[in-house]
């Protein structure tokens, strides 16, 4: 699987280098620890390791991190209250919590204690590392943003139009939001799930691969006509926009 | 029979006690009242007839004197009547009469008296009872007229020990009824007890007795035994469901094995990347399923209720629509939605849109034909007799009446689906989700096609 790419184009107007994030992975099975620290080293990241909940909260408290990757079930301390811990303390690190429990209620507890994404084990590198990355993003991004530019196509927040080299696209809603939220990720790689969670806030699987037609649709009306496809189909992984 | 300290415990021997209490008292005044309308009515009749005929003899006293008196009270001694007479001078001389001496009872002036009267019947001396008033009359004299109650005083004793006899009869047999009672109950309960001991022993299959009586311990008896049965019939499904997984898992996980190996006995590096590439779909797929069923086993398990929001199925209905709709035009059908507004369900947004989107994913799989192959889905929203109905229709094959009920359970795919992608898990879960909501899920005929129908719970708001 080929997702280096993420990191070559990434996008110059953002303030920060996510070539290099420093991520902190908590996670006491030493097989997924290290073929998830492997993963990340190999897509460019620099990354430390702690195998139960107390060293884990020790070194994330240090603050030097981008990333905060948290198993939920750990010895000595769990998941989720080392997160309660660190947001007490007033540490905002984003925290992406890897959990084997996949109902919509448990994902809801973890989101509350104040992790900022859930991501069910097992899982598929790619959307680990698309999921990684988009909260580095979201951190890094300045929020009252209103316009949103991908070479040559613009979206504007606020009056809902959207124009490439000038010419107006009318689009539904929903392919408003849907292509908002690959704008606001533009130049990464987005999934599947991602999209399904983001844009159309469901959280289960559709068994058919409807964000595939959605998809489609949309890159129909922004690509169709212009020499240059902006909206690409990466294999095995998920859709970018391309950033330039 | 022996006696068991904790028969006074039991709220029967309670409510005997109490019983028992209150029906001695109401004996108690029932055989006092017929006491005062026996023995006591015959005693004061007694007591009237002395008083007439002491005042009679006092006026006649008046009257005629000494002498009128003593003519009477001779001539009625004489009589045998059971008369008690004496009529004594001041030093206690008896004047006239039948009563040899004064009493030693008489000390005051006038007033009743109760003595012993000795008697000669023939031989015999007889010692019997009498009653009798005396009074002074004039010049010292004093006369006392009595009666022989000695019959009177029997009868008396005769009733009276009737009546405590009755009622000890009367209290004994309470107590025993009550005692038994409670005997007989607590007999039952522990019998109910020991039943559910051995239930929870592991014996599943017992059950409580049930007398046929009809009482309130047999219906809770009965009312057990069903749950009893509800949950055996759970373990059973939920054994069968085990064996099905099993066996719908091997499947593939075979096919995965053996690729795999066959792979690495080819040596070759493109054999390697198909066989690693197949793996990742096979066990995408199966991990599919293993949500799927975990997804069931929580809607069925009901532990996620307190989850449930009020929410209008109308966005739900839109939602997923909007969700399939492209999906339907490519493959060059229809998807066509009917929804009214005021559909308020307690639902989970999750589970009902997944189950919702699952009757959809279905209708567009399997809701063609081959001579029919573009699918046209119709999507209802409405209110029906204080329901709200959710109607996914098709124009496909349809489902056999005598297969609707069978394609609810877990694994199960008919022979006209199994060419197509799908775990058979499908409606397994909406079944599951519309029991969580209260609701449920019917398939119906559409003429042609199917027609499923979900049913949910209108949810009248507070506001």
């Known amino acids: 699987m080929q997702i280096s790419h993420s990191r070559e184009t990434e996008s110059q107007g953002i303030g920060r280098n996510l070539d290099s994030m420093r991520i902190l992975v908590i996670e006491d099975d030493r097989d997924a620890a290290s073929w998830l620290i492997k993963g990340l080293t190999e897509s460019g990241h620099v990354t430390d390791h702690a195998a139960n909940g107390e060293d884990g909260l020790a070194m994330a408290q240090e603050n030097l991190h981008d990333i905060l990757i948290v198993d939920r079930m750990l010895p000595k301390m769990d998941g989720l209250s080392i997160i309660r811990a660190l947001r007490a303390k007033g540490i905002t690190t984003p925290v992406l919590i890897l959990s084997a429990l996949s109902d919509v209620d448990e994902r809801v507890k973890g989101l509350r204690a104040g992790g900022d994404d859930y991501l069910a084990k097992p899982y598929a590198?790619?959307?680990?590392?698309?999921?990684?990355?988009?909260?580095?993003?979201?951190?890094?991004?300045?929020?009252?943003?209103?316009?949103?530019?991908?070479v040559d196509l613009e979206i504007d927040l606020l009056t809902r139009a959207v124009t490439r080299a000038g010419q107006t696209i009318p689009l539904q809603p929903r392919e408003f939001k849907l292509l908002e939220y690959l704008m606001r990720n533009a130049g990464h790689i987005v999934t599947r799930t991602m999209l399904l969670e983001n844009v159309w806030d469901y959280h289960f699987d559709p068994q058919t691969n409807v964000i595939d037609v959605h998809v489609s649709r949309l890159r129909s009306k922004i690509d169709k006509g212009f020499d240059e496809p902006l909206l690409q189909t990466v294999r095995g992984a998920g859709y970018m926009i391309r950033a330039v | 029979m022996q006696f068991n300290p904790k028969i006074l415990k039991t709220s029967t021997f309670r409510l005997a006690a109490i019983y028992l209490l209150v029906f001695a008292l109401s004996v108690g005044s029932?055989?006092?009242?017929?006491?005062?309308?026996?023995?006591?009515l015959l005693e004061r009749q007694t007591d009237a007839t002395i008083?007439?005929?002491v005042q009679a003899l006092a006026d006649q006293y008046r009257l005629l004197g000494l002498r009128g008196i003593v003519q009477t009270v001779q001539r009625r001694s004489a009589e045998r009547g059971g008369g008690v007479y004496l009529i004594a001078d001041a030093n206690g001389n008896r004047v006239a009469g039948n009563l040899e001496t004064v009493p030693p009872q008489v000390i005051d002036e006038t007033g009743w008296i109760d003595f012993p009267l000795d008697i000669q019947i023939g031989t015999n001396k007889q010692r019997r009872s009498a009653r009798a008033f005396h009074t002074d009359l004039k010049d010292d004299y004093e006369l006392i007229v009595g009666r022989d109650v000695q019959e009177l005083r029997q009868f008396g004793d005769i009733i009276r020990r009737t009546l405590y006899w009755a009622l000890g009869i009367a209290l004994v047999l309470g107590l025993g009824g009550g005692l038994l009672t409670s005997r007989n109950f607590l007999r039952r309960v522990d019998a109910i007890t020991d039943a559910s001991r051995?239930?929870?022993?592991?014996?599943?299959s017992s059950r409580m007795p049930v007398l046929g009586t009809g009482d309130e311990l047999d219906k809770l008896a009965r009312s057990l035994n069903e749950m009893l049965d509800q949950i055996e019939r759970l373990m059973t499904g939920m054994k069968e469901v085990s064996s099905n997984v099993a066996h719908d898992l091997k499947t593939p996980l075979t096919r995965l094995r053996a690729r795999v190996e066959s792979a690495l006995r080819s040596n070759s590096k493109t054999e390697y990347r198909a066989a690693l590439d197949k793996t990742i779909e096979e066990s995408d797929r199966l991990l599919q399923t293993f949500n799927a069923l975990l997804s069931i086993a929580r809607a069925e398990s009901g532990?996620?209720?307190?989850?449930?929001?009020?929410?209008?199925?109308?966005?739900?209905?839109?939602?997923?629509?909007e969700l399939y709709e492209p999906i339907a035009e490519e493959d060059g059908g229809t998807?066509?939605?009917?929804?009214?507004?005021?559909?308020?369900?307690?639902a989970d947004r999750q589970l009902l849109s997944q189950a919702l989107s699952n009757l959809v994913d279905n209708a567009l799989k399997y809701g063609v034909t081959e001579e029919n192959p573009k699918p046209h889905i119709q999507i209802e929203g409405k209110l029906e007799e204080g329901n709200v109905i959710i109607l996914v229709a098709d124009r496909g094959a349809g489902i056999a009446a005598e297969d609707r009920a069978r394609v609810l359970d877990r694994f199960v795919r008919l022979d006209s689906s199994r060419?197509?992608?799908?775990?058979?898990?499908?409606?397994?879960?909406?079944?599951?989700?519309?029991?969580?909501?209260?609701?449920?899920?019917?398939l119906e005929e559409n003429n042609p096609g199917l027609r499923a129908k979900l049913v949910l719970p209108l949810h009248e708001s507070e506001s």
Do not use: C
Not at chain 2, 303 to 321: P, Y
């Open chain 2, 30 to 40: 029932i055989l006092a009242y017929v006491f005062w309308n026996t023995a006591g």
């Open chain 2, 198 to 204: 051995a239930i929870m022993g592991g014996n599943l």
């Open chain 2, 335 to 346: 998807l066509d939605v009917k929804v009214v507004a005021g559909l308020n369900v307690l």
């Open chain 2, 51 to 53: 008083r007439a005929e």
């Open chain 1, 125 to 150: 590198f790619s959307e680990l590392l698309a999921r990684v990355e988009g909260l580095g993003r979201r951190n890094s991004q300045e929020p009252q943003e209103t316009k949103l530019k991908a």
């Open chain 2, 419 to 442: 060419s197509k992608p799908g775990n058979g898990l499908g409606l397994s879960l909406v079944a599951g989700v519309m029991k969580l909501h209260g609701g449920a899920l019917l």
């Open chain 2, 303 to 321: 532990q996620s209720r307190e989850m449930l929001q009020t929410i209008d199925a109308r966005e739900i209905v839109e939602g997923v629509a």
